[in-house]
């Protein structure tokens, strides 16, 4: 693949439309809760479900504990994308944060 393709795909097909959905979401629920903390809250929820464990899938049970744990130890990862995005009015650092998976945090749960 490369690093231009990896570049790519970490950028381009993975970061930016996650990370601008994400801002879409966050600001339009922060204005329909009148709570830009409630924005931040939903949307880094519903970021955290779409990076749960794919281990289950395929088997007859649902580990519950294991995804709970995933869930919510995500979050804060969540809220702190939410916050780059907010303070600084611009996707590009979130979008390099997560394109380059810096520290490889949502992996590293």
Known sequence: MGIAGLLFTG???????????????????????????MGFVVTSFIWCTMHLPVESQGEKTFDWELH???LFTLMPIGYL?????????????????????LWGLQNAV
């Open 68 to 70: 709970a744990t995933r």
């Open 11 to 37: 950028l381009v097909s993975a970061a930016l439309p996650e990370e601008f959905l994400r801002m879409l979401l966050q600001t339009r629920l922060g204005k329909a809760f009148k709570n830009v903390g």
């Open 81 to 101: 994308w939410g916050y780059i995005t907010h303070r600084t009015r611009s996707l590009l650092p979130s979008v390099l944060v997560h394109g380059f998976n």
